[in-house]
Nanobody
Framework: QVLLVESGGGLVQTGESLRLSCAASGRTTSNYAMGWFRQAPGKERESVAA????????YYTDSVKGRFTISRDNAKNTVYLQMNSPRPEDTAVYYC?????????????????????WGQGTQVTVSS
């Protein structure tokens, strides 16, 4: 079993940067693809970014390309989401998730949000 705990959320203004962290425990996630997802009030969950087991491959939804960066430190069993130039429309609860079935990004599973383990989420609010 894998326990994922997100942190780093909060209230920021447009243009400020924010870094989310996702710490894993219980089992190493170094062999898993990892992803960040978000859900805004009244909206469906959206896939944000994914990273392969060694960070060699990353994938972003179009709305965050060039602004967000996903990375990982397998020695710390932690995944990060650097959010630069956030916008009010980025306001959501952000979730970290692990795909225990693959070390590589499966775009279809990522788009579906079909991942094995999920964190409890961290709120990000961007004010204009």
């Amino acid at each position: 079993q894998v326990l994922l705990v997100e942190s780093g959320g909060g209230l920021v203004q447009t243009g400020e940067s924010l870094r989310l962290s996702c710490a894993a425990s219980g089992r190493t996630t170094s062999n898993y693809a990892m992803g960040w997802f978000r859900q805004a009030p009244g909206k469906e969950r959206e896939s944000v970014a994914a990273i392969s087991w060694n960070g060699g491959d990353t994938y972003y939804t179009d709305s965050v390309k060039g602004r967000f960066t996903i990375s990982r430190d397998n020695a710390k069993n932690t995944v990060y989401l650097q959010m630069n130039s956030p916008r009010p429309e980025d306001t959501a609860v952000y979730y970290c998730a692990a795909d225990s079935r693959s070390a590589f990004i499966n775009p279809l599973l990522f788009q579906r949000g079909d991942y094995s383990y999920w964190g409890q989420g961290t709120q990000v609010t961007v004010s204009s």
